[in-house]
Nanobody
C-alpha cells in the first residue's frame, strides 16, 4: 500500500498564495501518475493538476491555468502544488492522488478521480474575500 501525506493548507486572503506538499515515505514518484483534486462542500471532486512519467509532463484544469503549478523535488519524493492569486472559489479540501503509470490512458483518463488508486487525507484551503 502507498500512503500519501499532505501538508500546507490554511487560511489566506484573496490574492494570496499557498504551497501544498504530498509525500510518500520510502518511495519516489517517478513511476507514477500524480494528481491534485479538490472538493468544495456539496460539490464533486474535481481535477486540478496532474503530472506523469519520469519527465514530469503536466496539465491543469482550466480554472487554475496560469495560477497553479504542480512540481516535483529533485529526489522525486515530494510533489507540490504552488497556488498563486487565490480566489474565494478556490476554497475546498485539496487531495493528492497517485497511481502506477500502467493506469495512464492519456489526459482524458487522468482527469477522472476513479483512475487513481492512492489518496492523501486531504488538506483544507480557505480563501477569504
Amino acid at each position: 500500500q502507498v500512503q500519501l501525506v499532505e501538508s500546507g493548507g490554511g487560511l489566506v486572503q484573496a490574492g494570496g498564495s499557498l504551497r501544498l506538499a504530498c509525500a510518500a515515505s520510502g518511495r519516489t514518484f517517478s513511476n507514477y501518475m500524480m494528481g491534485w483534486f479538490r472538493q468544495a462542500p456539496g460539490k464533486e471532486r474535481d481535477f486540478v493538476a496532474g503530472m506523469v512519467g519520469t519527465r514530469g509532463v503536466t496539465d491543469y484544469a482550466d480554472p487554475v491555468k496560469g495560477r497553479f503549478t504542480i512540481s516535483r523535488d529533485n529526489a522525486k519524493t515530494t510533489v507540490y502544488l504552488q497556488m498563486y492569486s487565490l480566489k474565494p472559489e478556490d476554497t475546498a479540501v485539496y487531495y493528492c492522488a497517485a497511481s502506477d503509470v500502467g493506469r495512464w490512458g492519456g489526459w482524458d483518463s487522468a482527469y477522472r478521480w476513479t483512475s487513481y488508486d492512492y489518496w492523501g487525507q486531504g488538506t483544507q484551503v480557505t480563501v477569504s474575500s
